[in-house]
């Protein structure tokens, strides 16, 4: 039951090349930075990456797509990156673009067994009819097109079928953990954790604060040990912003 490992790097080691990967995170917020910065030292390439988004250029999940070490990712809002934007047109990265809630639910429904579900999000749009470009040539012609997915209607609306996703590993970042993998996460940094916990086939969580069993309230615990295979006491957290918004001092020039 004890599933502490002595290190992020520990913990990713057999992580193998061409894994699907579910990472937490929402921009630079709740990412799990300990475990990205193993993937990157241990080289890991070819990989799948589902999460809302790939950080910036030099931190977060950038660092290993500027290691040429992703071929694919999944996901919501990519507009923070100049290497994704640079590698996706270039045909370097295959992209499958996914409304933000769909993202969550597919996620979840992994998580929770169910293959499929429908949704309105996307019905009669490029989402449902096929057509996004998801993999250019070199020359910048369209090398691979998403396809078309069912739609069916209920009570008059139309609805379009998305498939769950599941992953062969999930690194996710929380607040405070127990040696059996119960998690507690803090305010918005719990964002996609908890859904890319329950989906994966092993899940490996980094935390700020490692406790004893039975020091975290039962009714306070996000996610139980039950979904999580690997605990890493987290170090040296930046926690950057990934945009600065203050409000102006009274009297500033607007």
Same mark, same amino acid.
């Given at each position: 039951m004890n599933k502490v490992y002595q290190s992020a790097l520990d913990a990713c080691r057999d992580i193998p090349d061409g894994a699907t990967i579910l990472a937490g995170g929402f921009g630079l917020c709740g990412i799990p930075e300990n475990c990205i910065a193993a993937l990157r030292e241990l080289g890991t390439k070819d990989l799948v990456v589902v999460s809302n988004n790939c950080g910036v250029d030099d931190f977060g999940l950038g660092v290993l797509l500027r290691n040429k070490q992703i071929?694919?990712?999944?996901?919501?809002?990519?507009?923070?990156?100049?290497?994704?934007?640079?590698?996706?047109?270039?045909?370097?990265?295959?992209?499958?673009?996914? =409304?933000?809630?769909?993202? /969550?639910? @597919?996620? @979840? /429904?992994?998580?929770?067994?169910?293959? /499929?579900?429908?949704? =309105?999000t996307g019905a009669h749009t490029a989402i449902s009819e096929g057509g996004l470009p998801v993999l250019y040539n070199p020359d910048g012609s369209v090398k691979k097109y998403s396809e078309k997915k069912e739609i069916r209607s209920f009570n008059g609306r139309d609805y379009v079928l998305e498939p769950a996703i599941h992953g062969d590993f999930a690194i996710v970042k929380a607040w405070k953990g127990d040696r059996y993998g119960n998690l507690v996460y803090r305010k918005t940094a719990m964002n996609f954790n908890p859904m890319m916990a329950t989906a994966a086939k092993v899940t490996i969580a980094e935390v700020e604060e490692l406790v004893e069993v039975g020091e975290l309230d039962p009714d306070t615990i996000h996610t139980p040990g039950l979904y999580v295979h690997r605990v890493v006491?987290?170090?040296?957290?930046?926690?950057?912003?990934?945009?600065?918004?203050?409000?102006? =001092?009274?009297? /500033?020039?607007?």
């Open positions: 071929r694919k990712m999944i996901s919501s809002y990519v507009g923070e990156n100049k290497e994704f934007e640079r590698q996706y047109l270039s045909g370097e990265l295959e992209v499958e673009l996914t =409304p933000q809630g769909t993202l /969550a639910e @597919r996620v @979840r /429904a992994g998580g929770a067994g169910i293959p /499929a579900f429908y949704t =309105p006491q987290g170090a040296k957290y930046e926690k950057r912003i990934e945009r600065r918004t203050v409000q102006k =001092p009274e009297g /500033a020039r607007q």
